[in-house]
């Protein structure tokens, strides 16, 4: 995903090509790069949402590699495919965040409403989360036999145990 900030990484759409920040901001969506949040946000991901696997059964699956290994391997309950995208697009809070596996670079939308999974039909690996890690939509590399998974964080959590973690205050570089 290198020179995804500096518009290197483009996306095709008819004879005009636009990177994503472009299409997303043609969507009214405000748009904030965020250099150097991936890895902040990877950690926050996965202790939001994975925070109850081992770390021995993390290891076997290869969550080092792809978070998104929990959804493929089965260990996280989520919707898959065209129910994952119509859970996405039901989410009427589009304050989020996005930022892949392998980049250390991120987004911050707001007012991001008409965003839809087509949106990163050219993006691999790429998460989206609502600011306060409430739902996820995974768009993976390997669109033709895994994903795109949604999760929200209440059904792989109950009650007290979700309360904990959404008091957990984000720390971003900066």
Known sequence: MS?????????????CQMTLIDKLKH???????LPAWGEVLRQQWESQFAADLSRADKTAIGMNQYLWHAFSFN???CLQRERAIQAFHHQSEKNCYVFFQHSDDAL???????IAAEDFSQEGDVYVVDREFRWTFVKTHETEWCGPY????????????WQERSEMRLSMPG
């Open 3 to 15: 020179g995804f900030m500096d518009g290197r990484v483009t996306l095709t759409e008819g004879a």
């Open 75 to 77: 260990r996280l309950p």
């Open 108 to 114: 911050l939308l707001e007012g991001a409403g008409d």
């Open 150 to 161: 949604f999760l929200a964080a209440s059904e792989a959590m109950e009650g007290e145990q």
């Open 27 to 33: 969507k009214q969506a405000a748009v904030w790069e």
